[in-house]
């Protein structure tokens, strides 16, 4: 078991348009709806690199911007892990469409765009930061796998450091044989040590997959976290919103798991433990 802490969040789908206004939502102050996601411009890019940005990397800066700690508007050098099952899905149907034409001539910009870990680059030149970045992908474990990344970076380096998850649908008719529903990012900034900033407390550790992953009670919540790799942290996310303590089991590989147990550092730390095990009941009677 590896133990962390979470001193931020960034957030950005449908119906949730920020941490502030999302964890109202998830800790259910607020009823869910699920708008149109909105997305701002990155305006730490320079302007070339604001023009070349695609969806994934304006999502994914979004939600990094929102969760990494400013002061006077400049960011600390904060090493990165950027967690996506596809990648930028437009582009590799792009790319693909123009190697079915007679053609076949790529643009250099979406090839740029198209390597896995182009969101980091993009935000690296946006911060400024000139740390060690890691871009990973694990289908529908995506989310647990940056998480288990994360975990073995602070165990071994004691940085502080920023996870990304985000994934958006593919175009048709790729859609057909990879679906995913709704964009969704979402971004932590973790340390090593608590910190008066610290909401929660993270002691995150690989598991055999005994227990169904943890559903949302929330029906319109539980469609968004099952339809996109990246919602798969809306379990942790909501435990967070609400200040609550509890027991999370996130979907990896192989026949595992990746189990998160959350000890809030805030007020109202009622313990969720119950209510996870009644919704992981739930999903094994479905």
Not at 39 to 66: F, G, I, S
Request: hydrophobic residues 45%; negative net charge.
């Amino acid at each position: 078991m590896i133990r962390m802490y979470l001193e931020n969040v960034g957030l950005r789908a449908p119906g949730l348009d920020g941490w502030t206004t999302g964890s109202e939502v998830l800790a259910g102050r607020v009823p869910y709806t699920a708008s149109p996601i909105v997305v701002p411009e990155c305006r730490l890019l320079p302007p070339a690199e604001r023009r070349r940005a695609v969806p994934n990397v304006k999502l994914a800066l979004a939600v990094a911007d929102e969760a990494a700690p400013s002061a006077d508007g400049k960011r600390p050098a904060l090493a990165t892990i950027f967690a996506s099952s596809a990648g930028d899905s437009r582009t590799l149907h792009e790319i693909l469409q123009v190697l079915a034409s007679p053609e076949r001539n790529v643009s250099p910009t979406r090839f740029h765009n198209s390597v896995h870990n182009a969101p980091a680059g993009y935000w690296h030149i946006a911060s400024g930061c000139h740390e060690a970045s890691t871009s990973i992908s694990c289908y529908d474990g995506s989310f647990a796998a940056g998480l288990l990344e994360a975990a073995a970076q602070i165990a071994t380096e004691g940085q502080p450091l920023l996870l990304v998850a985000y994934d958006l649908p593919f175009p048709a008719p790729l859609d057909l044989v990879r679906p995913i529903g709704s964009s969704f990012g979402a971004a932590l900034h973790l340390t090593a040590e608590a910190t008066p900033r610290s909401l929660v407390q993270l002691d995150v550790q690989l598991v055999r997959s005994v227990e169904p992953p943890t559903r949302m009670e929330e029906p319109a919540l539980e469609h968004l976290r099952i339809g996109n790799p990246a919602a798969r942290s809306l379990p942790l996310l909501k435990l967070v919103a609400e200040a609550c303590s509890g027991i999370v089991h996130l979907e990896y590989t192989s026949g595992n798991a990746v189990q998160v147990s959350i000890t809030s550092l805030k007020s109202g730390h009622a313990r969720r433990d119950g209510a996870v095990a009644a919704a992981a009941a739930e999903t094994a009677n479905a």
